[in-house]
């Protein structure tokens, strides 16, 4: 999968359109032309409604487009069926939600360990990464802890040593910062930026805080379902 | 697996989950308690069959039964490898303790001498040997195909009815063929015997016995005295010798034998009424399985209910596994594995219930039932039968809610 020299992540014509009341449907994304190159830290920034998150579901492949093309390092990988698409985003993707989205029943180290586990690694390995990533995150000593017992801040932390578990080579951010107050967003925030650095990893972040955009060095800005901007810091 | 939040939630999915596991056992326990005390009756009935002390029955229907009883009882002493012939009337009388009214008992008219051999493990020492019934060939009253001897006038009294009705050895008790006293004859009370458990509770405890001539008369299935017409009786049991006894061929010879005799009668060997018997009781337990069928339908419809709704609780963490890129697989082991797991919990309740039914019947329950119930068996094949197909029928209704799971829209479950 991996072509030489080809953008991390590229979307070519790509167009989403959801079946409603509407006869022709309602477009969420029109004629998007956008690439990534590999190890960059982009932000998505835009008003609500604007696509943003529909945007971040094509590229970490948990919706398919309408229309055009979405390409992992060279290749298309949208079209793809939905159990090749599990696969790859078991295998690929980072996924950091806004609400965290740890799942309740497990604790702090089942939650980081689930997506190793499905990718069959060995308990020995899993459990020794799976602190090591707790450890990483600042939660030593909670790994035993379930979600309702943890803060906020400690939840997102879960959550990010969970999207590092299987090593992806993309992250993807949803409003990462949204449900934590500023301390904790802004230790969420450096932590984000110290392991996409750590890993040479993709980040992508989306956002409607101009403050957390501003971490980024790469600055998208969607409007009605287009790119209105793409702006790179010097 | 089966470990849920917290708070109110747990408590409701908890709820759920204990009401499925009681669906699933109150499924279970139907079949284990009407196969297990079906199968117990009929094992029991089976037993009786194989521990009686005669193997061959001569039987019709009719009237007047097997006429002649007392000559085609000598008929068939004359074939080989039969010890004893057994003719036996059963007739519903009354008897008058003195000081009381009528009470109804089942009155067994025998030929002493031939009764004894006919009797069985289960009864040995139930009754006075030889019987003190006058005359242990019942040749006194009735001789020569007429009744013109003296009758014996001797009785035997069923231990249950002695103590009920306050009945001593040695007294006289009226007997007569209706509730009325004017019919009854005076008997001598002779001795007492013992009744084996029955289904038929203390009523059918109540019997006497008296020689095969008196009863005859005294009901009316013979006139006397000096009539000449026949004398008749249910049932002739055939006692046979030694190893005939236990070989399936020699007792075909000796039934085909005593058949020739009685062509118009029935006469069937204990072992075939044994393998009817054992048929029967297979129909019965079919049909047992099929009724309660009907039970573990709702049981497991309501299993799937439980685990349908659960997959809608559940909406988000499934969701978000999906979104992580866990296989359909990985979600649908989750839940079949979630299903089994009630199943067999529940399974295990049923099995644990249904024992508990029966020994509680066993216990406490009243007549009939109560016996029954101690003669339920508990076969580990049969019932892990059904254990095991209720844990298979899971599979479906965990596929239900599989089915349910795979189709929730990803990006819709995170929102």
Sequence with gaps: MNGAGAPALELVGVGRTYRSGEPEGVPALRGIDWAIAPGEFVSVEGPSGCGKTTLLNLIGLLDAPTSGEVRWNGTSVGDRSDRERARLRLEGVGFIFQRFYLLPTLTAQENVELPMRALRVPRAERTRRASDLLQEVGLRGKERAFPHQLSGGEEQRVAVARALANRPGLLLADEPTGELDSTNAAAILALLERVRADRSATLVLVTHNPEVAARARRHVTMRDGRIAADRREA | ?415
């Design chain 2, 1 to 415: 697996m089966m470990r849920f939040g917290f708070g109110s939630r747990l408590r409701h999915l908890r709820l759920q989950q204990i009401l499925a596991i009681a669906a699933v056992g109150t499924a279970v326990a139907l079949p284990v308690v009407l196969v297990s005390v079906g199968g117990g009756v009929s094992a029991h009935e089976l037993g009786s069959l194989e521990n009686a002390g005669y193997q061959i029955v001569v039987s019709a229907a009719g009237e007047h039964g097997i006429t002649q009883a007392h000559n085609l009882t000598r008929s068939i002493l004359r074939v080989g490898s039969v010890v004893a012939a057994s003719p036996v009337l059963s007739v519903a009388v009354d008897v008058f303790p003195s000081g009381s009214g009528a009470t109804p008992v089942l009155a067994e008219g025998v030929i002493p001498d031939e009764f004894t051999p006919t009797l069985g493990p289960a009864e040995d020492g139930l009754f006075p040997s030889p019987l003190p019934l006058g005359d242990p060939t019942d040749a006194v009253h009735f001789a020569n195909g007429t009744y013109t001897g003296p009758s014996v006038q001797d009785v035997l009294v069923s231990s249950p009815l002695a103590q009920a009705d306050g009945i001593q050895v040695g007294a006289e008790l009226e007997i007569g063929p209706t509730a009325e006293r004017g019919g009854a004859v005076a008997y001598n009370v002779t001795g007492t015997f013992g009744v084996p458990p029955t289904t038929l509770g203390p009523t059918g405890a109540f019997a006497i016995i008296l020689p095969l001539s008196n009863l005859q008369v005294m009901s009316g299935f013979a006139s006397g005295p000096n009539t000449t017409a026949p004398d008749a009786a249910d049932t002739i049991e055939v006692a046979v010798a030694g190893s005939a006894s236990t070989d399936p061929a020699a007792l075909d010879q000796i039934q085909n034998a005593i058949q020739a005799l009685v062509p118009y009668y029935s006469v069937s060997a204990l072992d075939q009424e044994a393998a009817q018997l054992q048929s029967a009781s297979g129909v019965l337990t079919g049909f047992y399985l099929a009724l309660s069928s009907v039970g573990l339908t709702v049981g497991l419809l309501f299993l799937a209910l439980v685990l349908v709704r659960r997959v809608e609780s559940d909406r988000r963490s499934i969701g978000i596994q999906r979104a992580l890129g866990l296989p359909g697989r990985w979600i649908a082991r989750s839940i079949v594995g979630d299903g089994l797991l009630l199943a067999s919990l529940g399974s295990l309740v049923g099995v644990v219930g249904g024992y508990a039914i029966v020994a509680g019947l066993a216990t406490w329950g009243s007549g009939d039932v109560r016996l029954a119930a101690r003669w339920a068996q508990f076969d580990p094949v049969t019932i892990g039968a059904i254990v095991l197909g209720v844990v298979l029928l899971s599979l479906l209704a965990s596929g239900v809610a599989t089915r349910s799971a795979l189709r929730i829209e990803m990006t819709e479950a995170l929102r």
